[in-house]
C-alpha cells in the first residue's frame, strides 16, 4: 500500500501535468491546468481543484458482495476477486447481504471487516495475464502518476462516487464486472455498457452501498463517476479497511483533507 504522503505528492503531478496522447485519448483525457503549487498549509486549497471526472448517468446497478456464490446471472464466484486471490480472507469473512450490522456502520452483523465495505465492480481489468495491459497507460487518466510496477493494477482501491436520488455513497474500486473485464471505452469513455442478461448493468454494487443509497432488491438505476480521494466527504466509507487510506492512516488523511478546505 502506498504511504498518505505518496498519494499527497502525487496530486499536483497530476494536476500539473498533461501528456499528449492520440486523438481518441485527447477525448478521454480531462484538462488539466498548466501549472501547479508546492502542496503547503497556504496553497494546498488552490493546489486540490475539483477533479472534474464526468457523472455516468442512469446506469443499471446490481448487488455483489465478497464470497458471493455462483449463479446463473453471475457465473464467477467471489471468494476472489480480479485482483486479490484471497479476497474473503482479507476482507475478513462472507460480506452476508442479508445479516447486516447497525445500520449506520453498514457492515456484516457477524464481523467487522478488515477491508472497506464500500466497493464496487467495474467491467475493466488494467492487468492481464501477460502484465499490465497496452492500452492502460493511454485510457486511464491517473495512470502516469499511479503507475508502480508491470502487472500491478492502478485501478485497485481507487474511490468513486454513486449517486441514488439525492444520496452519494463513495466507495472503492475491488473487483472487475458486470461480465466483462476490457470495457475502458465505457469506463473511462463515452460508450454506454454492453448489453448483458442484467438489463445492461455498468456497475456491481456491495450490501454497504446498496443500503446506504436505499436500494431495493438487486438491481437500480445510479449515476456514477471517479473522484480523488481529497474530495471524500466524512461518512461510514471512511471508517473501516486496511486497504481504505482514511482509516489506515488513523485520522491523517481525515486532517489532510480539511488542511485543503474540504470541509
Given at each position: 500500500m502506498k504511504s498518505l504522503w505518496q498519494f499527497v505528492w502525487t496530486i499536483p503531478l497530476f494536476f500539473g501535468t498533461c501528456s499528449v496522447f492520440s486523438q481518441e485519448v485527447l477525448e478521454l483525457s480531462k484538462k488539466c491546468p498548466s501549472s501547479h503549487s508546492v502542496v503547503n498549509q497556504k496553497s494546498v486549497a488552490t493546489t486540490f481543484p475539483e477533479s472534474g471526472y464526468p457523472w455516468k448517468k442512469n446506469i443499471v446497478a446490481t448487488v455483489f458482495w465478497v464470497g458471493e456464490k455462483p449463479t446463473k446471472n453471475n457465473p464467477v464466484p467471489n471468494d476472489k476477486s480480479s485482483w486479490d486471490t484471497r479476497w474473503m480472507q482479507?476482507?475478513?469473512?462472507?460480506?452476508?447481504?442479508?445479516?447486516?450490522?447497525y445500520s449506520s456502520q453498514y457492515t456484516p452483523a457477524s464481523f467487522t471487516p478488515k477491508q472497506n465495505p464500500f466497493y464496487v465492480a467495474l467491467p475493466y481489468n488494467d492487468v492481464g495475464k501477460?502484465?499490465?495491459?497496452?492500452?492502460?497507460?493511454?485510457?486511464?487518466?491517473?495512470?502516469?502518476t499511479a503507475f508502480e510496477k508491470d502487472g500491478k493494477s492502478v485501478c485497485?482501491?481507487?474511490?468513486?462516487?454513486v449517486r441514488r436520488g439525492n444520496r452519494v455513497a463513495y466507495a472503492q474500486w475491488e473487483d472487475v464486472g458486470p461480465f466483462r473485464t476490457d470495457h475502458w471505452q465505457y469506463v473511462?469513455?463515452?460508450?454506454?455498457p454492453k448489453a448483458n442478461i442484467n438489463k445492461g448493468a455498468?456497475?456491481?454494487?456491495?450490501?454497504?452501498?446498496?443500503?446506504y443509497l436505499g436500494m431495493q432488491g438487486g438491481m437500480d438505476?445510479?449515476?456514477?463517476?471517479?473522484?480523488e480521494f481529497y474530495e471524500i466527504p466524512p461518512g461510514p466509507w471512511r471508517k473501516y479497511g486496511d486497504n481504505n487510506i482514511f482509516a489506515a492512516?488513523?485520522?491523517?488523511?481525515?486532517r489532510f483533507v480539511k488542511m485543503?478546505?474540504?470541509?
Open positions: 482479507n476482507f475478513g469473512g462472507y460480506d452476508n447481504p442479508r445479516a447486516r450490522g501477460g502484465g499490465t495491459k497496452p492500452e492502460a497507460a493511454l485510457v486511464i487518466p491517473w495512470f502516469r485497485k482501491g481507487r474511490w468513486v462516487a473511462f469513455g463515452n460508450e454506454l455498468g456497475i456491481d454494487l456491495s450490501p454497504a452501498v446498496r443500503d438505476t445510479v449515476d456514477w463517476k471517479f473522484v492512516h488513523q485520522g491523517m488523511a481525515d485543503g478546505g474540504r470541509q
